[in-house]
């Protein structure tokens, strides 16, 4: 082995990954070689450098949640799983029978109610038609009729209407006369009552007005000549 | 319940199991990402991009063994897009590693390290460290990072490595080599030795 052949293999013998055989004549080499001897020591050293930097742990964690699947999607997938013994195409000619016998059923379902009892059919065995009676016609006799009532009937309930809101404008305009005669003598009151207070205010001021006047008077009277 | 029995339940319609499977490839795949980008918020973002694309595309993995291939594979394309996409961002840098600030004196990250433990109150920890290697492999090429990234951390074989990056196995040998000889020189110009290390950690 050469120097040259050595440098290929370097790595491999610097990481345990050589072959027993490939390592003994590295190895052997290496005794006879100083430089290279002296580049693998000081590669393992940068190695051994290297090794003292840690793993750190990460600060956040990651989670996958699965997204939610819609209906269909699980029935899809549970259809597709492989553990699934029974055959797919009974399963669905199965499921497709029922959902087309519920789907004629109630397109002719038919429920009625005679004499006060229910009968209720699925239409899987329709009945047959029964024949229905014909409408009468309509004569012109019968529409002029018909019109007349209609004419009545409309006459009468404007009427109604008519004396209802009488009635409703005679309520009011009383209900409005007494709340003004009420206010009428309330006001009255209010009046009385100034005009007493007014009253004895004059007579207290005129009684003071006398007793002041008979003093001066009585002084006067009282002062020698 | 190994992976394949997990991922073949799921596959048998019971798609709550995938759950399961994050919780165990979470951590790693984060990671990876995390190493690769070099940012915490698109890596956060990635890692969930990263699963969605799985739990949608879970029917098409033809062999339920290469699934640690195929999840890295699928995390490796997630994040060239990323970085075509939003260019390549810079992470937070230490103080430490500040190579011309002038309150450093202009001293290598390796001085640093060793001038910051003999201080009595300082300690250098292991997220420093993280973000100088971080940095260091920043420094390399994208196809070297990644291989030297998914053989150092996800402890993939270089098969595994060829398959999830489709590339032919000698050229993973090829760039793993480089890249690692590239780490070294950066590392030798830091002064960042193995015994540096063992002496703050």
Not at chain 1, 29 to 37: E, G
Not at chain 2, 4 to 13: K, Q
Not at chain 2, 161 to 167: E, F, S, T
Request: charged share 25%; net charge neutral.
């Amino acid at each position: 082995m050469n120097c040259d052949q050595l440098r290929q293999w370097m790595m491999d013998y610097l990481y345990d990954e050589l072959a027993e055989d490939d390592r003994r004549l590295l190895e052997a080499h290496l005794m006879a070689c100083p430089a290279c001897q002296q580049q693998v020591a000081a590669l393992r050293q940068t190695s051994t450098i290297l090794q003292q930097w840690e793993d750190v742990d990460p600060d956040f964690h990651v989670v996958m949640v699965a997204p939610k699947r819609s209906y269909l999607a699980r029935v899809k997938q549970w259809f597709s799983r492989p553990a699934l013994h029974v055959p797919r195409l009974a399963l669905g000619f199965g499921a497709a029978l029922i959902v087309g016998l519920l789907v004629l059923a109630i397109a002719n379902t038919e429920i009625s109610y005679r004499s006060g009892e229910f009968s209720f059919r699925t239409g899987l065995f329709p009945r047959p038609q029964q024949s229905i009676p014909a409408e009468p016609i309509l004569t012109q006799q019968t529409i002029e009729r018909l019109q007349q009532e209609n004419y009545f009937l409309m006459t009468r309930l404007i009427q109604q209407s008519e004396a209802r809101q009488r009635q409703e404008l005679a309520t009011n305009l009383l209900k409005l006369k007494r709340d003004l005669e009420r206010q009428r003598l309330e006001d009255l009151h209010l009046v009385g009552l100034g005009l007493e207070d007014i009253e004895q205010k004059t007579v207290k001021k005129i009684e003071r007005t006398d007793r002041s006047l008979n003093e001066f008077i009585r002084l006067i009277s009282s002062q020698p000549r | 319940m190994t992976d394949s029995e997990l991922i073949a339940s799921i596959l048998n319609g019971d798609r709550s199991r995938f759950n399961a499977l994050i919780w165990r490839w979470e951590k790693p795949i984060y990671n990876f990402i995390l190493r690769y980008l070099g940012n915490k918020e698109s890596a956060r973002d990635v890692t969930q991009k990263v699963f969605i694309r799985a739990y949608k595309n879970l029917s098409k993995l033809r062999d339920l063994d290469r699934f640690a291939s195929w999840i890295y594979q699928i995390a490796a394309n997630l994040c060239k897009d990323e970085i075509k996409k939003h260019g390549h961002r810079d992470f937070v840098s230490l103080d430490l590693i500040h190579e011309n600030c002038e309150n450093n004196g202009h001293k290598l990250p390796g001085e640093l390290l060793e001038s910051e433990s003999q201080q009595p109150d300082a300690h250098v920890n292991r997220k420093q460290l993280s973000q100088l290697l971080q940095k260091a492999l920043q420094q390399l090429p994208e196809e070297q990072r990644v291989v030297i990234i998914m053989k150092e951390y996800q402890g993939l074989k270089f098969k595994e490595i060829a398959a999830a990056l489709n590339q032919p196995i000698n050229t993973i040998k090829s760039r793993m080599y480089y890249g690692l000889n590239g780490l070294r020189k950066i590392l030798q110009q830091w002064q960042i030795t193995e015994e540096v290390l063992n002496d703050e950690l």
